[in-house]
C-alpha cells in the first residue's frame, strides 16, 4: 500500500465500481461517493453479488466478500473526502462536470491528496484548468472491467507534477496493475488505437457488408480479439463511446478518420447504452 489515508472513488458506474473493489481488495479503505444513497446501492449490491458468486464457485476465501465489502464506504456528500490521499474520478464523460466536481475538490481534500480521473478521453490537461494547483491532478484510466484488466494509463497534462505521477503510478502497482505512461494526447494510446477497431465495424455495417454479430465472430475467430466491436460497445457503455469518439475527433480538428457515427448517437438518443441499460446491439437480462 502506498497510503493507510482513505482513497476516494467518485462515481459508482461500470468503471468506479471495480475500482473501488480492486483497492479494497488491496487493503485501502475506500471512500466511494455518488450523487445519491439509491445508486450507491445498487453497486454495493451488484458488488456483493459478484463477489458472493465467486466465494461460492470457490474462486475467492470464505468471508472475503464482506471484508472486501467492509471496506467501502459509501457517501453521497463530497464533505466526507476530507481526509483522502488519493481521489480517483469516474463520474461520466462531461468536461464541465469533470472541472465542476475537480473545484469543489480542491477545496475539499487535503492539500497534498492527489487528484485523479479515470477519464477515457478528456484531456487532462483541460480538466486541471482553472484550478489552484493543476500539478496534483493526473490521468489513471483503468480498462473494463477494472477488476480483471491488466492495464493502467497514466496521463501527465501540461501542469501535472512529477509527484503525482509517481504517486498514481505506485498506486496502481499497489493493485496489481502494469502501468503505461503517456503525455495528454487524444484518446491517450488505447482508445486512441481502438478507435479503427469501433469506427470500421460501424461503417461495416452501415455499408451493408456484414452484420453485427458477423463482424463480432470474425473478430473473435480471426482476430483472437475477447469480444468483437460492438460486444464490445455495449461493454463500455454506448454513451460513454460516442464522448470518446466525439472528444477524439474534436481533439483532432475533426479528423474524418475519428467521426463518430450517426448509429452511435441514435443509439444514445433512445437510451440504448448497452450492458448497463440492457439494451445496446444486443439485448441483456436485467
Ligand atoms: C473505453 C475505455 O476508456 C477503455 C476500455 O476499457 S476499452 C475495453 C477494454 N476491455 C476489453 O477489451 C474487454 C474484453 N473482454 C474480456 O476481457 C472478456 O470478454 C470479459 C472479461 C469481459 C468477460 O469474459 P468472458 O470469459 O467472456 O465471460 P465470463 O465467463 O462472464 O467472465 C469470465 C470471468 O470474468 C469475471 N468477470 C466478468 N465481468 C466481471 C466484472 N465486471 N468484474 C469482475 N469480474 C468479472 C467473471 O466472474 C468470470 O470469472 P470466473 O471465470 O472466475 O468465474
Ligand atoms: N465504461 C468504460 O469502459 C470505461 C473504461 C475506462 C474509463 N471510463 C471512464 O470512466 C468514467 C466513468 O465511466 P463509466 O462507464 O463508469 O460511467 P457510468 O455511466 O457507468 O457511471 C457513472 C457514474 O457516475 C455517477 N454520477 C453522475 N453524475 C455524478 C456527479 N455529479 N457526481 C458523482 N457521480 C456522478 C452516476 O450516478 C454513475 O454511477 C468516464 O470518464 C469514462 O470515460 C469508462
Redesign the pocket.
Known sequence: MVTSRPVAVLGGGTMGI?IA?VAAEQGYTVRLYDITDDVLDKALAGLRG?LE??EQ?G?RPAGDTELVLGRIVPTSTLDALHDVALVIEAVPEKLELKRAIFSQLEAICPPDAVLASNT??IPITAIAGGLKSPERVVGL?????????KLVEVISGMHTGAEAVAFADAFAITLGKTTAKCIDTPGFI??RV?RGFYGEGLRLVQEGVATKEQIDKIARLGGNF??GPFE?MD??GID??LS?SQSVYHATYEEQRYRPNPIQERMVHAGDFGRKTGRGFYRYDQ
Open positions: 471495480g473493489q459478484r458468486k465467486l464457485k474462486k477515457s478521453s484510466h483503468f480498462f473494463n472491467p477494472a477488476p480483471l484488466m488505447v482508445n481502438a475477447r469480444m464490445l461493454l463500455i460513454v463511446n470518446v
